[in-house]
């Protein structure tokens, strides 16, 4: 994450009044994902499908988070992949909220990584925008696994995509974005003047578009493994029912505010645009 010192003790100043509120349970990661979430959302599935992938490609899978952030997301995948590591160059979060940095995070550029090491998979969830590190990514691993929305996000040019750099899209998905979160919990707890307008809530839940979008890229020799895998997993979760029957606690806020497992948002035409539903490409 690239934010100015200024902005961080700003929002840490907000985030400390919000905390004295006693707010609802899970609410503060969809609101101050920067100390507490991600700027991505996600549920336990998406955990499931990015082991499944990795695990196709090398049972002790070599598995990088680039811009891991406060190592919300790699903590979950570390639970299956224990050597799993994440760069983050913003450590100042951390600091303000007085938790030592784990020794599975580096503090340092990611060009340095890009002579040493080499990954089976990498994880980009976020890149702030005006910033654009894919040349390097593309140099540590043979499959990409990358999130982005839609409002420009991800480089200079707010393209996030890989083909450029000799990789395939193998897949995707669709999920709400944490702004999407953040204005369904603003507008159902935290405006007085809606509490009662049940009806200005009904209109102002039909314009989520859910513009987060999650993007498998493999180099041609692994595609096939990758597309097999998540084929296999997608069938676990609705054969076996893990998408209801596994799940993150947190997952009750995205449930609460109508961003469901496949879930068919009024302003989205198509079914081919329900969340978490997977498109092969």
Known sequence: MSFSFDEILKAYEFYKKYQLKKPSSHHERFIFPLF?????????????????????LSENAKYIDIGCGNGDFLRRIRKYLPHSIGIEQNLLPLYLLKKTKPDYIYSIPIELFTNKHKFDLAFVG??????????????????????????????????????EFGFQKIASWRTPSWIDVNIELMNNYYTDSLTNKDNV???????????NFWYVY???????????????????????????????????????????YYEKLPSLLSTEKSLWKVHFH
């Not at 991505?40 to 499944?52: G, L």
């Not at 499959?143 to 839609?150: A, Q, R, W, Y």
């Open 36 to 56: 507490s979430g991600t700027y991505f959302c996600y549920r336990k599935i998406d955990v499931h499908r990015v082991i499944s992938i990795a695990k196709a």
């Open 201 to 211: 809530r009904q209109y102002l839940s039909r314009l989520r578009t859910a513009n």
């Open 218 to 260: 493999s180099s041609n020799s692994i595609s096939n493994k990758i597309t097999n895998a998540l084929k296999s997993q997608i069938q676990k979760e609705e054969n076996d029912h893990l998408f209801s029957r596994e799940k993150f606690d947190f997952e009750v806020v995205l449930d609460e505010c109508g961003f469901g």
């Open 126 to 163: 976020w890149m702030q925008p005006g910033i654009d590190f894919r040349k390097y990514v593309a140099k540590l691993a043979n499959c990409i696994i990358t999130t982005f929305d839609s409002g420009g996000q991800c480089g200079i040019n707010g393209g996030c995509e890989y083909e």
